[in-house]
């Protein structure tokens, strides 16, 4: 796709061209720094332990959606972000952009979420701001999050550190929410449909913590999906990653979404899922000590790292095998 003048909003969707936007724009002016690799937080030097800090922006439609709301969502996502960064999150910042309009009492339910999940998650909602614009230019309601969390010792993150045979596990379902955001979005009523993952993963992190050393990769697959996240670890490297269909965890109402409108699950996006890639050595005692856990109980070990040069490879139900490929162009737009 060639690029444009202007922003479009598949820029936003976490594929082709939103790589291509942070490679060109924003890593070519700062990534010479805590970005480089672009982390889902910044690792920086402080007086004594060092600490993670991230920060995001929420803008989903609609605000409420199946399982969730922009207020829970954006404590999850920024908490998530530290977490798979190797991060005990402590403080967040809370940042509202009100429109003129906005009914009171949706507010209140978005700042009630806010406050259950802040709660849930451990950490002090420390910092804010709240700005209210004309009816028009603002979507309802946006939210900025930033958090800072405690760097937890033994984990050393990084593509670079994958090896051959390691394996790749994910924490439960993937694309629950993605699809519920689209469900709600489009008026698509399914019996028992999807509802979101949102959900914070640091406890499965710190779970882990016992196998710090033999974690080489997390992240959570957010925009893009797990094909964004699996493609992004092997790009320009010297392994790949083949995953199984049959090991992939997908939700009734997920797998019927998926069905009703021909979308690849690998694509959606989850908010409350972690990606880990682990040696051989570790996955068995990890996957065991998720699925003792309320937020784990559906963890699967989908794959393997392997030597197919920067290849992704899906093993289908029939035995066959595809390429897992980049979303390019629009996909599931204000998902976040």
């Known amino acids: 796709m060639a690029t444009s003048p202007r922003i479009l909003l598949a820029h936003g969707g976490g594929g082709q061209l939103s790589r291509e936007l942070i490679d060109r724009e924003i890593v070519s002016r700062f990534g010479a720094g805590p970005l480089q690799g672009l982390p889902d937080g910044a690792t920086v030097a402080v007086d004594g332990p060092e600490v993670i800090f991230t920060t995001d922006s929420f803008v989903v439609q609609p605000i409420e959606f199946p399982g969730g709301n922009i207020g829970d969502l954006a404590v999850h996502g920024t ?3 530290l977490a798979v960064c190797g991060a005990r999150p402590r403080w967040l910042s809370l940042a509202l952009i009100l429109e003129e309009g906005l009914e009171i009492e949706l507010l209140r339910r978005v700042l009630d979420s806010v406050k259950a999940a802040a709660d849930d ?19 309802g309601l946006f939210v900025n999050t930033a958090g800072i969390g405690d760097r937890l010792p033994g984990f050393e993150l990084s593509p670079k550190y994958l090896r051959e045979g390691d394996h790749v596990l994910v924490s439960g379902p993937i694309g629950d929410h993605g699809f519920a955001v689209l469900a709600a979005r489009e008026n698509i009523h399914i019996k028992n449909g999807p509802k979101s993952d949102s959900a914070p993963v640091h406890r499965l992190v710190q779970a882990a913590s016992d196998w710090a050393a033999e974690v080489r990769f997390m992240r959570d697959p957010t925009r893009g999906g797990l094909a964004s996240v699996l493609n992004e670890m092997v790009e320009n490297s010297a392994i790949g990653i083949q995953i199984q269909e049959e090991r992939i965890p997908l939700s009734a109402g997920a797998s019927a979404v998926s069905e009703l409108l021909g979308l690849d699950p690998l694509h959606v ?50 035995g066959g095998h595809r390429l897992v490929d980049v979303p390019r162009g629009e996909l599931l737009p204000r998902i976040c």
């Not at 950490?123 to 603002?138: F, I, N, P």
């Not at 005692?285 to 393997?304: F, K, N, S």
């Open 121 to 139: 998650s451990g950490v002090t909602v420390a910092t804010g701001d709240t700005k209210v614009v004309a009816r028009g230019q603002c979507d």
């Open 269 to 318: 996006a989850s908010e409350g899922r972690l990606l880990m890639v682990c040696s051989a050595a570790a996955a068995p005692a990890i996957l065991d000590t998720w699925q003792a856990m309320p937020e784990g109980c559906g963890a699967r070990d989908i794959g393997t790292v392997t030597d197919a040069a920067g290849r992704v490879v899906l093993e289908t139900l029939m």
């Open 79 to 81: 908490v998530n972000d």
